[in-house]
């Protein structure tokens, strides 16, 4: 998958909205505690901490994560990402530029390639850089040693990292959960102070029925909402979002049209499913990997789609959402 690959609503968390306390960041609870007691007590013993790996869908906070546990323990952060290293060397570059104590995020990390992850292991494990030099008979490895650091990596699709890398996250695998609506409201009345844009509660509540339980959706609506309002020159209420949300195709559960197309497919040209995901990409000329990781989660998450061994199925919930009376064979009907 390239770097620029980006959802519509992918757009990239601005820096002014990010978080920069732990206080700030709402959510994740089970994480942020986890998260204390590994990076106090590493601190307490004046030790880098154990690797760590984040996963779930986009826009959940995973790169805010990787800033708070640099900021709480005074270090540099050093970013990049799995697409960006292609080669032994480029991973290499990376490493011997490491000062002591330093943080290094890789994001996307599934997309690493089997030589580049031999390389990362020993790094990880053992602190050093295994470098082989020349070629054939007369090849010859030399050991570096690496500065004492901690690799904070994050990926979207947990089930493509292999199980020896996973293993290697000694200090935690964390899965990020969707945010519930109330949280997700909570985000939008902070970033809508951050922003100077006085907003009703109710207008956030509205904002927040469509973002998907995601905060990166949320802060990004907020803003398509500010730009509406500001053009029509009209207080934001809940009217107005809803105004601007549905000229953007967001419907009032979140879903994009991209989301529609998906359930429509399934529906009318799969008879409901099951149906593997690939047909179900290649009926739409989509990419694959875009359904799974940005259409997806959410669609499973409202209970719209359900996986089973034979292939995806959407359920009676979709169909009534959508209002389609199209069949309803090897359609499960959840309550
Ligand atoms: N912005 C993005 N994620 C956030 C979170 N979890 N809490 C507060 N603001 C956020």
Redesign the pocket.
Do not use: K, S
């Given at each position: 998958m390239s770097e620029e690959k980006k959802n519509d609503l992918d757009v990239v968390?601005d820096k002014e909205?990010?978080?920069q306390k732990w206080d700030?960041?709402?959510?994740?609870s089970s994480i942020k505690q986890n998260l204390h007691i590994l990076l106090s007590a590493a601190k307490e013993r004046n030790h880098a901490p154990e690797h760590i790996l984040f996963y779930g869908p986009p826009g959940l906070?995973k790169t805010?994560l990787a800033h708070l546990v640099s900021r709480e323990l005074g270090a540099n952060l050093k970013i990049t990402s799995g697409p960006a290293i292609e080669k032994v060397g480029d991973l290499a570059s990376v490493l011997t530029n490491l000062t002591a104590g330093d943080i290094l995020f890789i994001d996307e990390i599934h997309s690493l390639n089997k030589a580049v992850e031999e390389v990362l292991y020993p790094a990880m494990e053992s602190g050093v850089l295994d470098i082989i030099i020349g070629k054939g008979p007369s090849a010859r490895t030399i050991q570096l040693d690496l500065p004492p650091f901690t690799l904070v990596a994050a990926t979207t699709r947990v089930a493509l990292v292999s199980a020896p890398l996973r293993s290697r996250f000694s200090g935690g695998v964390y899965q990020l959960e969707f945010y519930t609506e109330d949280e997700i409201r909570k985000?939008i009345e902070?970033s809508s102070g951050l922003l100077n844009m006085p907003l009703s509660e109710d207008a956030a509540r509205e904002i927040a029925k469509r973002s998907r339980y995601t905060?990166?959706t949320a802060?990004y609506f907020l803003k398509r909402v500010r730009d509406y309002a500001q053009v029509n020159k009209e207080d934001i209420t809940p009217k107005i979002v809803g105004e601007a949300l549905d000229l953007l195709g967001v419907d009032h559960i979140g879903l994009t049209s991209a989301d529609r197309r998906i359930l429509e497919a399934i529906a009318h040209k799969f008879k409901g499913g099951p149906v593997g995901l690939n047909s179900i990409a290649a009926s739409l000329s989509e990419d694959q990997s875009t359904i799974e990781e940005f259409n997806e989660p959410y669609l499973i998450q409202i209970g719209f789609i359900e996986r089973t061994n034979r292939g995806r199925v959407i359920t009676q919930h979709a169909y009534e959402h959508l209002d389609i009376t199209g069949s309803t064979e090897g359609t499960i009907l959840s309550a």
């Open positions: 968390l909205l990010r978080p700030e960041y709402i959510g994740q906070g805010t985000i902070r905060p990166r802060n």
